[in-house]
């Protein structure tokens, strides 16, 4: 247009990965995870470190101990025979922090699942669940092209199926419309387009794996499943009376982390980058996870009331132990997801292993063996 030309920098660490080819840097095996503290980065770690990888973290300065979902994984750095693991301090609100781990660790493979991953809490903290779920994404892609590896590296996303939110079409597949119901979803929906983007404009290979719910004994306190095994277990060895909860009626789609770590490692295997839902294919209801946890210790549960004077109670003992209290409600709700991965089976060969009876089965005896004192609780 005749305008001064701008100067457009070239990257001032774009010699990192030069003259290598992408399936030559695969061949390195070094893996970075955000969010390796959390459920699904202590399975993904024990994954990558059972296939040979070199396995990098970033993890969050705490004033607590916040790895002990890692704590069987970690050995000392200083043991010749430590299962090459390390973590680095960082956090997705830190450019500098993120294009510095990056330069050093110069990976192979990126799997970004660090978030602040509740979603009523990000109704309280929209801002910062933005800041870190939609701008971090965007930061570490931008951190990877700075060091010059766009060409190199393999990315994955933490996509969510929280993304189709308000769905109207059952199941819900790669082609199916995004509809996000709470500031957590909106944060992801721009991570997702912020792949998708870079993948086109800089040839990145770059996939959102849109996942499911999925849930393990490893997950935190306050999602719902986890919530409800806990108190199931308390409340069958009477340490707790009652479990209070939110919308039951709520349906999910839920399988088990470890399957869905397995397909997450799997959609950077491929020759080509692409979209993927993993799901269960299932929904059941919050409702129905209550009920099926309740029966692994043995108790039956009976629905009486109405809306928020619901109770269920135990039919043998007749004690209410659910009880409904609004706290617990969203300003907008998700109502129904129903996952079809077809495209993974077929693609990636994935699907998932552990039904819904073995998840609630092993969750619900996992926090008995905990709640009795039989194992060291992972957090
Ligand atoms: P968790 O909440 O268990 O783990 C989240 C991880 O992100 C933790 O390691 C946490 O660190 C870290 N983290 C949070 N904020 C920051 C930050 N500002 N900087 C760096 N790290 C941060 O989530 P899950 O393991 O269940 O989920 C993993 C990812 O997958 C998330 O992105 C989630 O949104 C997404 N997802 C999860 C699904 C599920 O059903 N589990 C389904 C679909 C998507 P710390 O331990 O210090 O808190
Ligand atoms: P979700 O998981 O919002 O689907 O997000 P969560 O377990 O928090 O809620 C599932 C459903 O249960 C209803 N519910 C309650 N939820 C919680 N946490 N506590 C309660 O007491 C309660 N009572 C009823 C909720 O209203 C909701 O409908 C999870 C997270 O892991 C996200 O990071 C991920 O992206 C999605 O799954 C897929």
Known sequence: SGGIPIYSPTSMFSLLGEGWTRNAWQRRKIALVTGITGQ???????????????????IRRSSSFNTSRLQHLYLD?????????????????????????????????????????????????????GDVDAIGTLRLLDAIRTCGLEKLVKFYQASTSELYGKVRTIPQNEDTPFHPRSPYGVAKLYAFWSVVNYREAYNMFA??????????????????TRKITRAVAEISCSRQDCLYMGNIDAKRDWGHARDYVEGMWRML?????EDFVLASNETHSVREFIEKSFAVVGMRIRWEGEGVDEVGK?????????????????????????????????????KRKVDFEELVREMVLA???SVKNLVVDHN
């Open 40 to 58: 699904d980065g202590s399975y993904l770690a024990e994954l990558l470190l059972s296939k040979g990888y070199t396995v990098h973290g970033i």
């Open 77 to 129: 750095q200083h043991d010749p025979n430590h299962p090459r693991m390390m973590l680095h301090y960082g956090d997705m609100t830190d450019s500098t922090n993120l294009v510095s781990i990056v330069s050093q660790v110069q990976p192979s493979e990126i799997y970004n699942l660090a978030a602040q991953s509740h979603v009523k809490v990000s109704f309280e903290m929209s801002e910062y669940t």
């Open 207 to 224: 996939c959102n794996g849109v996942l499911f719910n999925h849930e393990s004994p490893r997950r935190g306190r306050t999602f719902v």
């Open 269 to 273: 295997q491929q020759e080509d980058p």
């Open 314 to 350: 135990c039919d043998e003992t007749g004690k209410v132990v659910v009880r409904i209290d609004p706290q617990y409600f969203r300003p907008a709700e998700v109502e129904l997801l129903h996952g079809d991965s077809t495209k993974a089976e077929r693609m990636l060969g994935w």
């Open 367 to 369: 926090d008995l063996a």
